[in-house]
């Protein structure tokens, strides 16, 4: 693919992906810390957000990830978060469709970066 090509997000909705970008960066800290613990997924999801704000990550990459991490903020979902055991299923199968789509973006640098926030958080006990 070519610089242009990775740009072109015209099969994408801008305003869409407008609106899941500022619900990303306005909630998911928030909804990460508060399930910490509760998803097996954390690591793949802090670094998916690494890669949606890095400014070397294409624009069709932005456009995917940041729709799935709105899904996975959005307390209304296929599977509502809170049913323990399964409430994260739905958000983990889009993450891992979207990752699966741009997994050559996602690098080690967003996965450190990833590792060493999670290192600092605490685990979410309630």
């Known amino acids: 693919m070519t610089k ?3 740009e072109d ?13 500022h619900v990303v960066m306005r909630e998911f800290a928030h909804k990460l810390r508060k399930n910490i613990g509760r998803i ?6 802090t670094a998916s957000f690494y890669c949606a704000v890095d400014g070397k990550s294409p624009a069709f990459v932005k ?3 940041f729709g799935a991490l709105a899904y996975f903020i959005m307390p209304a979902d296929v ?16 993450l891992m469709a979207a990752m699966g789509t741009v997994q050559k973006y996602i ?6 970066k990833a590792r060493a926030f999670l290192e600092k958080e605490p685990v979410a006990t309630d």
């Open 9 to 21: 997000i015209s099969a994408f909705d801008e305003a869409k992906l407008q609106s899941d970008k």
């Open 40 to 45: 097996p997924f954390s690591e793949d999801v």
């Open 4 to 6: 242009e090509n990775d």
């Open 63 to 65: 456009a995917v990830l």
């Open 79 to 94: 599977i509502p978060d809170f049913l323990a055991g399964v409430g994260f299923t739905d958000d983990a199968s889009v």
């Open 107 to 112: 690098n080690d640098e967003h996965r450190e």
